[in-house]
């Protein structure tokens, strides 16, 4: 009896190690899974974002114009690019007002175009899908469509304006309305916001719109007191990501005007193209490409800083 008991006692060790085996065995496989998993994001952060954004900043420390090894001239690149490159600034105010305008508008326009599109009637869901359709046309058929229709011969929007007697435009072919010309263009996107704007719309409480009538409210007064307010987390998301893109600005240009007429459409994001690939100036550009994503870093967090002056939060009635 007392040697069954010895064996019995002796087994029950093994059988706790095995058990703490088999979970240690199962955590650890579980681990490698997990690492396997994020494996080609976390590689494809570091050879296609991270190492290119520090190959970038240490060429923008060299003079490297591609056919022959970079140099090292630590930040004359800067110095040069800020005092003497030539189109440096028109290329900022260019795309400064650009940006200016085309974010608010598109801030506004899509939210106006949300209101009206966050009505329960009939057929409603054929306008949403119509508005959203241009957001998935691609950029350059989108730039090639519109330059067609700003066409000042034979494009559709002078052909209307004759139609009804009103004045054309030459739009792309005259400096004073180019620019205007590519913001209005920038409205072809707003679908984008506006389906952003439909889902914040359709997250607030309809208790809120009855208690706001119960008091006594009017329309005017539900949406500069209810709907307003509700919305400024989803303006703020959207006026952050519209300025990000804003000052990128490229494709338009190089396909449409080439940055011009007399470099009225001449936007920073072209002229970094210009530096690398048109005169091979890869140090310059790479110190350009710096240079913007800084002021758009800086810009970034102001709208954060600021943003609690203006954008409410239902956390904070509580």
Known sequence: MTADADVSNSQKPKHRSLKERFYQTRTQRDTIDGYLFIMPVVLGLLFFTFGPMLASLFFSLTDYPILRTP????????????????????????????????????????????????????????????????????????AVLW???????????????????????????????????????????????????????????????????????????LFWYITLPLMTPTIFFNVVMGLIIALQVFTESFLMTNGGPLYATYFYGLMVYDRAFQFFQMGMASAMAWVLGIVILLLTLIVFKTSSLWVFYETEVK
Not at 155 to 162: C, D, E, R, V
């Open 147 to 221: 330059g067609w229709m700003l066409n000042p011969d034979y494009g559709l929007i002078n052909a209307i304006l004759k139609f009804f007697g009103l004045p054309t435009s030459r739009w792309l072919a005259d400096p004073e309305t180019a620019l205007p010309s590519l913001v209005l263009m920038s409205l072809w996107g707003i679908g984008g916001g506006m389906i952003i704007y439909l889902a914040g719309l359709q997250g607030i409480p309809e208790t809120l719109y009855e208690a706001g009538k119960i008091d006594g409210a009017n329309g005017n007064q």
């Open 71 to 142: 140099e090292w001239i630590g930040l004359k690149n800067y110095i040069e690019l800020l005092t003497k490159e030539k189109y440096f600034w028109k290329s900022v105010q260019v795309t400064v007002t650009y940006a200016a305008a085309s974010v608010l508008l598109g801030i506004v326009g899509s939210f106006i175009l949300a209101l009206f599109l966050n009505q329960k009637i009939k057929g409603i869901a054929f306008f949403r899908t119509a508005f959203y359709m241009p957001v998935i046309v691609p950029i350059v058929a989108s």
